[in-house]
């Protein structure tokens, strides 16, 4: 998959495409059927993404809490298994959040890009103010000579499938209910840092990771399905993982470390990505270490009872 940042300087091989637009936090399902109307409705054309970085709510409300679903690295990773060919990953600033919708259209879309199809679901905004709507790209891509279709939204029980509403079910501790809005386990991805090793003197040694940018989900313990990505270590294992900010030792900055079962070696530097499957319990103190080791052992039995039925 190519990459592609600026639309001003585009190749002529990166032209033509048929595409998905949208933010695609989450790559969820409704993310998902947009891209195979982007696939459908050009099958001769290269299929892609239209998206931003920074996500435009970082870009006007940067002191905002975190609330990505993923990093871009992960979603340009996860589009890429969908079989997008380009993404177009636009660099989000003020010079493009200034075009009107107009501009953007024709600017971006068609001169810039050369886009042969656009697809975007029904509550599509575009262009400086979000002044404009999925009824004013029909006509202007009728007017500018690319095609446009218009997505309906998808439901989950009686709710619209959406990141808000991802993220709200990760933050009540219901990973299995934002796994079925996703299409597949909520994965936190990134490079293992170095700790204070205090799970390696309480014999679970942990992999520890920075949830920083992201949405956090709720605190405490999780059974989870992890990839190590590269290294020597490479492959798929069954743990136990806690989001939070360590209580017992009296943390203030939260982050997610990760206990792989059955595992022997060194992962730091590594990338990983831990798929969260169900949530055990919320993050405890307790009056000793002794308590804190029993509770560790019944959360790890736990997992492996609940991960043995994935």
Request: aromatic share 8%.
């Amino acid at each position: 998959m190519r990459i592609i940042r600026d639309y001003q300087f585009v190749e002529g091989q990166d032209r033509g495409a048929s595409v998905a637009i949208g933010n695609f936090d989450g790559v969820h399902r409704g993310h998902r059927s947009v891209i195979d109307l982007a696939r459908q409705a050009a099958p001769d054309a290269p299929l892609g993404v239209v998206t931003f970085e920074p996500h435009p709510r970082e870009f006007f409300a940067p002191a905002a809490p975190p609330f990505r679903l993923m990093s871009a690295a992960a979603r340009a990773s996860r589009l890429g298994k969908l079989g997008v060919e380009k993404l177009y990953q636009l660099n989000f600033n003020a010079a493009l959040s200034g075009l009107t919708p107009e501009e953007f259209a024709s600017k971006v879309l068609a001169k810039g890009l050369g886009l042969k199809h656009v697809v975007v679901g029904a509550d599509f905004c575009f262009g400086k103010g979000r002044a404009g709507t999925a009824e004013d790209l029909i006509r202007f891509g009728r007017d500018m000579r690319f095609g446009v279709t218009i997505a309906p939204l998808m439901e989950y029980t009686e709710h619209t499938v959406s990141s808000t509403a991802i993220r709200q079910a990760l933050s009540d501790g219901r990973p299995r209910d934002a796994a079925a809005m996703l299409g597949h386990w909520h994965r936190i991805e990134g490079t293992v840092v170095g700790g204070e090793q205090r799970g390696r003197d309480l014999g679970f040694p942990t992999a520890n990771m920075s949830i920083d940018g992201l949405h956090p989900p709720a605190f405490g313990v999780y059974a989870v399905l992890v990839d190590v990505l590269d290294g020597p270590h490479k492959g798929s294992y069954h743990g136990a993982a806690s989001v939070g900010v360590r209580p017992m030792f009296n943390g203030d900055h939260p982050n997610i470390e990760t206990f792989l079962f059955d595992f022997t070696g060194d992962l730091y530097g590594a990338t990983l990505s831990v798929g969260l499957v169900d949530y055990l319990r919320p993050e405890m103190k307790f009056d000793g270490l002794e308590g804190l080791i029993a509770q560790m052992d019944a959360d790890c039995a736990k997992a492996r009872e609940i991960l043995a039925a994935v």
